[in-house]
């Protein structure tokens, strides 16, 4: 991949616009997440000189080597965990991350409201669903969405704000995006994190209000 990662959030943008104003619904802006897993932080320190200030980890353990010292440097970065959780990590990822896409089990919805009330804070979080129903990969049953949602809104206080999905790899992800889509209107909530480098347009096109990009900005992970 060409360009410096300034250039290629550039592009990146530009395809988001592009898909946005194909949008039935009308236009809307998708909030992009810059996925630096991998990257080092001078290419995230490009990036933020390049005026991004979302971005994406998907381990608690590299987000806490690279981040604290950004975020003390630019106070109104905002860090988004995308991988899985476990339970004994969830006090350190109340501490140093905005938002959690990966609440995808009961033990996490309440080890998460914990440490949320111990911390006085309520963070935004995403439920995330299996939407292919794959047995290797994390995330609530179709079926069982909106019941959980409820559950966690009710019974542990987490502020949910939408649903999170990664469509099966090797499939066409729209039919998988548009059925998200449908269990976040059942449910209730407004946002759907859904989209990476090489199908962010397609779920921006389907109602993604959060894209999740790595590799068309960071280039290749070694
Ligand atoms: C790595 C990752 C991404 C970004 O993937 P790219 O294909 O590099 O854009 C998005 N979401 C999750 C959950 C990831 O782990």
Redesign the pocket.
């Known amino acids: 991949m060409d360009g410096t990662v300034a250039e290629r959030l550039t592009s990146v943008r530009a395809a988001m616009a592009r898909a946005a104003a194909r949008f039935d619904s009308g236009p809307r802006e998708a909030v992009l ?1 810059a ?1 630096s ?1 991998g990257a080092e932080v001078e290419a995230i320190e490009a990036a933020l000189e390049a005026g991004q200030r979302e971005f ?1 980890e ?1 381990r608690v353990q590299e987000a806490a080597r690279k981040y604290p010292a950004l975020k003390a440097r630019y106070p109104d970065l905002r860090l988004h965990l ?2 899985p959780l476990q339970s004994n990590k969830a006090r350190e990822a109340v501490a140093l991350f905005d938002v959690i ?2 609440v995808d089990r009961e033990k996490i919805a309440g080890a998460l409201a914990d440490e949320m009330r111990r911390a006085g804070k309520n963070l935004p979080v995403f439920v995330e669903v299996n939407i292919g129903g794959e047995t290797q990969k994390a995330g609530i049953a179709p079926a069982g969405t909106a019941a959980f949602v409820k559950r966690c809104r009710d019974a542990h206080g987490l502020y949910v704000i939408g649903l ?1 999905c ?1 469509p099966p790899a090797g499939e066409a992800p729209g039919p998988y995006f548009a059925q998200t889509a449908l269990l976040a209107r059942e449910a209730g909530v407004e946002n759907l994190s859904m989209g ?3 199908d ?1 347009a397609t779920a921006i096109e389907l109602g993604a209000t959060h894209v ?7 280039g290749e ?1 070694t």
């Open positions: 997440i996925v897993k994406g998907n995308i991988g896409h990966t999170m990664i990476m480098s090489g962010f999740r990009v790595g590799t068309a900005i960071f992970r």
